[in-house]
């Protein structure tokens, strides 16, 4: 199984609702990443967890919540967002956080209204 | 920033055409890696090359990297409709872990 399962594919919210976004692998990978892109850009790191730790906070607002709850499960908590965060969010994961290829999930495409 | 620069921004071939993606980046490395991306899906990894390391090939694809002027490209040949999307380079920092950074990307087009 080398897949990367992202839910949902797509989440309309209005800016005082809390959602989450969930990732799921099990290729027994120990970093797990969140990416976020917008239109026609490249995506741009917002958190590494390594062996289920926060490892890099790339100065995410705190309305963007991570949580590892084990090794195979990436959570990205929602909560009081604008507008601008509209954007495909992107789950990643590797063997470790040393180096290597990053596998992808489809993203999950968010809409703040 | 890292961020790589990416060119051309768009590339538009006939099936059958080679095309040739180039990009720059900043600082030292260790590994550089292509992505590509079908519009609005996930990205997929095509190939990663090591700083130590000048060209290598994977069935269609052949990348270059040259540490000396920061830069490195890939060639797709014998280009095929399905090789329609946008190819990202990725490095990661040298002693920064797999933080990887994005270059801008290239939008490709392959025609019939």
């Known amino acids: 199984d080398t897949e990367v399962t992202q839910t949902p594919k797509h989440l309309v919210m209005g800016m005082t609702n809390k959602k989450s976004l969930k990732c799921e692998q099990h290729?027994?990978?120990?970093?797990m990443y969140w990416y976020k892109q917008k239109a026609k850009k490249p995506p741009e790191l917002m958190f590494v967890?390594?062996?289920?730790?926060?490892?890099i906070n790339e100065s995410v607002p705190s309305r963007f919540s991570p949580e590892c709850p084990n090794s195979s499960l990436l959570n990205l908590h929602l909560h009081a967002l604008q507008p601008e965060d509209s954007a495909l969010y992107l789950c990643?994961?590797?063997?470790?956080?040393?180096?290597?290829?990053?596998?992808f999930g489809e993203g999950s495409r968010l809409t703040v209204l | 920033s890292q961020q790589g620069e990416e060119d051309p921004q768009a590339l538009s071939i006939q099936e059958g055409e080679n095309a040739t993606m180039n990009c720059s980046y900043k600082?030292?490395?260790?590994?550089l890696q292509w992505y590509r991306q079908n519009s609005g899906r996930g990205l997929v990894h095509l190939i990663l090359?090591?700083?130590?390391?000048r060209e290598k090939h994977s069935g269609r694809l052949r990348v270059t990297l040259d540490t000396s002027k920061k830069s490195s490209s890939l060639l797709i040949t014998a280009s095929r409709a399905a090789d329609t999307a946008s190819y990202f380079c990725?490095?990661?920092?040298?002693?920064?872990?797999?933080?990887?950074?994005f270059g801008t990307g290239t939008q490709l087009k392959v025609e019939l």
């Open positions: 090359i090591r700083s130590n390391e």
């Open positions: 967890y390594s062996y289920e730790k926060l490892s």
């Open positions: 990643a994961s590797s063997q470790d956080e040393i180096s290597g290829e990053l596998f």
């Open positions: 600082t030292s490395i260790n590994n």
């Open positions: 990725a490095t990661d920092a040298a002693g920064g872990g797999n933080k990887l950074t």
């Open positions: 290729m027994g990978h120990r970093a």
